[in-house]
Structure formats: C-alpha cells, structure tokens
C-alpha cells in the first residue's frame, strides 16, 4: 500500500472515531425517545459506512491504476 492510501485509511479512521466520539453524548438524550435514537444510530451506521465504501473505493482504483501501469511497462 502507498503512502497516499496510508494517509487516505488514517484520514478515514479517524472520522470514523469521531462520529463515535461525537455520537457518545448525545445517546442519553436520544434514548428518551425512540425515533431519535434510531436516528442516531442510523446516521451513525450510515456514516460510517459511506467512509467505508470511500475507503474501499479508493482502494479498487489504486489496484485499477497499478494493473494498467503494469501491463504498460510489460
């Protein structure tokens, strides 16, 4: 893996633990009430599921990119 995709995955790591972190305090107050909590949760999920399909995206392009390169330089 480069050092771009070493930086990018840091990058997408820690948003991932910052909605979390900022996802912490605001579960007491969301358990009061169901649909506030299921929104919470979800947003949550889908966060940091969107960071993950990111992440997994890039990856598939780097690969992509090195596969061309190779049979270039063949």
Same mark, same amino acid.
């Given at each position: 893996?480069?050092?771009? *995709?070493?930086?990018?995955?840091?990058?997408?790591?820690? *948003?991932?633990?910052? +909605?979390?972190?900022?996802?912490?305090?605001?579960?007491?107050?969301?358990?009061? *009430?169901?649909?506030?909590?299921?929104? /919470? +949760?979800?947003?949550?999920?889908? *966060?940091?599921?969107? /960071?993950?399909?990111?992440?997994?995206?890039?990856?598939?392009?780097?690969?992509?990119?090195?596969?061309?390169?190779?049979?270039?330089?063949?």
């Amino acid at each position: 893996m480069n050092r771009v *995709s070493r930086w990018k995955g840091w990058g997408y790591l820690t *948003s991932i633990v910052s +909605v979390i972190l900022l996802a912490v305090p605001g579960f007491s107050s969301a358990m009061r *009430s169901w649909p506030m909590f299921a929104a /919470m +949760v979800l947003g949550c999920i889908t *966060s940091i599921g969107g /960071m993950a399909m990111r992440w997994h995206s890039h990856r598939l392009e780097m690969r992509e990119k090195e596969r061309r390169g190779g049979r270039r330089g063949a």
